[in-house]
């Protein structure tokens, strides 16, 4: 409390104060996603507040995921990414269906042989050989996932059929999946993530894992995805029975 307060007229410190006139400007006027504010040096003039003021605001705004900063573009109010849970959809749909164009960068595309979890997880037997992907997903350039993939060679023959999402290379070979199980849990980013997605050491991320079924009951995929916990909101419908 002491922090947040200037003793010599029990106001709160003028940062303080702006976060709050912006927190409520953007949430009371319904403020666009995407909408941008302006520059740092703008605010101060018309405000005639120092920079370094605003710009303890919106570091915090930031941190607090209502903002986004993307470098060398700006501040802008912050997107979330509303994805309903019981649709077995993959990445590229759920950012198409939003507008969002979406992309993957590879850092391994490869085909080898499953390891003794991958086989227990995919029940595979050992020795099977697995195509694995790990790839940086982005939408509008940026970054909003990690993801691991471990998909059957006898499913995904060639690794090199994935050019960008996953889940069009496995329609066009007719092995779209049905049916999948999937976990999501919190957790924070550690710095090689953070680094990746753009977001502090220690933010808020959602770990999912998804391991997806073909009408035989055949294990498709076993994906372990980190989402920025800033940008996805994950809804579920639930039912009594
Ligand atoms: C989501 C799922 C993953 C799935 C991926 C496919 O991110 N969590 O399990 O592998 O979508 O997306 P795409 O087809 O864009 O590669």
Redesign the pocket.
């Known amino acids: 409390r002491r922090i947040c307060r200037d003793p010599a007229n029990h106001q709160p410190l003028a940062y303080l104060r702006l976060r709050q006139a912006i927190r409520n400007v953007v949430q009371q006027h319904d403020v666009e996603p995407g909408h941008a504010l302006p520059s740092e040096r703008d605010l101060a003039l018309v405000l005639k507040l120092s920079r370094v003021t605003v710009r303890k605001a919106i570091a915090g705004l930031v941190e607090e995921g209502l903002l986004t900063q993307r470098h060398g573009a700006g501040t802008f109010i912050a997107e979330r990414i509303v994805k309903p849970m019981s649709r077995l ?6 950012l198409r269906e939003r507008g969002l164009r ?1 992309r ?1 960068e590879f850092f391994e595309r490869v085909i080898g042989e499953v390891t003794p979890e991958e086989s227990m997880a995919m029940n595979l037997s050992p020795g099977s050989l697995v195509v694995r992907l790990h ?1 940086l ?1 982005y939408g509008q350039d940026e970054p909003l ?1 990690i ?1 691991r ?1 471990v998909v059957p060679a006898s499913v995904l023959p060639d690794p090199m059929l ?1 050019r ?7 329609e066009q070979l007719g092995c779209r999946p049905r049916r ?1 199980l ?1 976990r999501l849990r919190a957790v924070s980013l550690n710095a090689q993530q953070a680094r990746l997605l753009h977001v502090a050491v220690g933010s808020a991320g959602l770990n ?1 894992e ?1 391991r ?1 079924f073909l009408d035989d009951g055949r294990v498709v ?1 076993f ?1 372990t ?1 980190w989402y920025r916990g800033d940008i996805y909101d994950f809804v579920a419908e639930l039912h009594t029975d």
């Not at 959809?89 to 759920?94: I, K, V, Y």
Request: cysteine-free.
């Open positions: 959809t993959s990445f590229t749909e759920d979406p993957s790839r997903r996932a993801e993939s994935v960008d999402s996953l889940y069009e290379a496995l999948a999937q999912i998804r997806s995929e994906t995805s």
